[in-house]
């Protein structure tokens, strides 16, 4: 589908930018998953699997989500807009009670679940990989 263009000398609506916002292969899941594969881990990109992991090692059974700081409301970044607050709160609180429910049903299914914060990848990507590879290390 293609991308309305943006008239010369009017904003975006709210629709408009909300619309441009992607649900995967987001700049930070690009970056773990090219220093993942450069390091020599080999997994599967977004699986059938309850929450559709953003990466996942199926032989371990280990699942990796990388949580946006806005969208999953980051206890450190996240700031609820201005306006529409109620509806804002509302989803932001949903999208908290998913990722729970995710990773009991995964946990469940038996397995490992790891989140990290955009801001973990984009700042602290390092600790990340080797959160990553104690788990690959430590699973059966």
């Known amino acids: ?53 953003d990466v996942a090692f199926i032989s371990r059974r280990i699942a990796v989500f990388v949580d946006g700081c806005f969208w999953h409301g980051c206890p450190k970044h996240y700031a609820t807009p201005g306006t529409n607050t109620l509806f804002w709160e509302a989803k932001i609180s949903r999208n908290i009670a998913r990722d729970e429910e995710v990773n009991r049903q995964l946990q469940e299914l038996g397995w490992t679940v790891l989140r990290f914060w955009e801001h973990d990848i984009e700042g602290e990507i390092d600790s990340v990989i080797v959160a990553i590879r104690d788990a690959l290390r430590n699973s059966p």
Do not use: D, H
């Not at 916002?21 to 090219?34: D, F, M, Y």
């Open 1 to 53: 589908m293609p991308r309305k263009k943006r008239r010369k000398g009017r904003p975006l609506t709210r629709s408009e930018q909300m619309a441009r916002i992607r649900s995967g292969n987001t700049g930070p899941e690009l970056a773990l998953r090219r220093l993942l594969w450069r390091e020599g881990f080999r997994y599967r990109v977004r699986p059938r699997l309850p929450g559709r992991p």
